[in-house]
């Protein structure tokens, strides 16, 4: 399969099977204000060099897994968490598993859902949008600024052509969602304070016509051990000064809030 073919499939058409990675039961980190049972799912169509995921994100963690195993791993949480949240990988590339697991757990389990993405299938999250009550989506460079992205996500400029306006179009779709978090992560000599200004330059426009709840965070790198890129798994992690003057800078730019996260201090409002 070439690169092309292969990062625009569906890595799972089978509704009743899904590529993961895990899951935790209880999480206190992955939606803003709440706690969330979080599933890891297999396999991402970007490359990302510095991505704390990389191991499960090209797939070499992976468990072909029944949803009624995930179903019943929930059941257990029930009480104790507000979201059942999937991320990745990339949790779009397996559309039918995943929307059957969301809506189960919205209609059975009455938790709220969530997804995290890179934004890179609107027509999934246009599909995905009556059965979310949130989503965490990755701008994870300016979107005027092909090269940039290019090296963010670790692919091609002519993929990654593509794929900006892509990733435009799901802010747009996003913005029909009751809750919405965008997310830019600071990474050393990629991402620093002028770019996720930028970024929130490029958003603004958007977030003005949002629906419901809408947030910028704007994240702290950490060098996972599990980055299999040796030079960023080298890098000390963004100071959280920086990360948090980049979150003030850019509040300058947004009429919605603006958050920073990191290691040192959780999340904040700027």
Not at 40 to 65: D, H, M, V
Not at 198 to 225: C, H, L
Request: net charge positive; aromatic share 10%.
């Amino acid at each position: 399969m070439s690169l092309r073919n292969k990062i625009f499939s569906q890595i799972s058409t089978d509704e009743s099977y899904i590529y993961i990675a895990g899951w935790k039961e209880v999480s206190l980190v992955d939606v803003l204000e709440h706690t969330s049972f979080t599933l890891w799912t297999s396999f991402c169509n970007f490359n990302c060099p510095w991505c704390s995921n990389s191991i499960l994100a090209r797939g070499l963690e992976k468990q072909k897994t029944h949803i009624n195993v995930v179903i019943e791993a929930l059941k257990r949480t029930y009480g104790f968490v507000d979201f059942f949240h999937v991320t990745g990988g990339e949790p779009t590339l397996q559309l039918r598993p995943l929307k059957r697991l969301l809506k189960y757990s919205k209609e059975n389990l009455g938790l709220k859902t969530s997804i995290a993405t890179n934004g890179s299938n609107p027509a999934v999250i246009r599909k995905l949008k009556e059965v979310l009550d949130h989503i965490a989506l990755d701008i994870k460079a300016p979107l005027n600024n092909v090269e940039k992205y290019s090296k963010v996500i670790g692919l091609p400029q002519n993929l990654t052509k593509i794929f900006i306006p892509r990733i435009i179009e799901s802010v747009k779709v996003s913005m029909n969602i009751p809750f919405v978090e965008l997310r830019t992560t600071m990474v050393p000599e990629l991402i620093d304070v002028e770019d996720v200004v930028n970024v929130a330059d490029d958003i603004e426009k958007i977030v003005s016509k949002s629906y419901g709840r809408v947030v910028f965070v704007v994240q702290q790198f950490i060098p996972y051990e599990n980055i299999l890129n040796e030079e960023y798994r080298r890098k000390p992690r963004t100071s959280p000064e920086k990360v948090a003057y980049a979150a003030k800078e850019a509040s300058k730019r947004l009429s919605i809030p603006v958050y920073y996260r990191t290691l040192e201090h959780g999340t904040k409002k700027a």
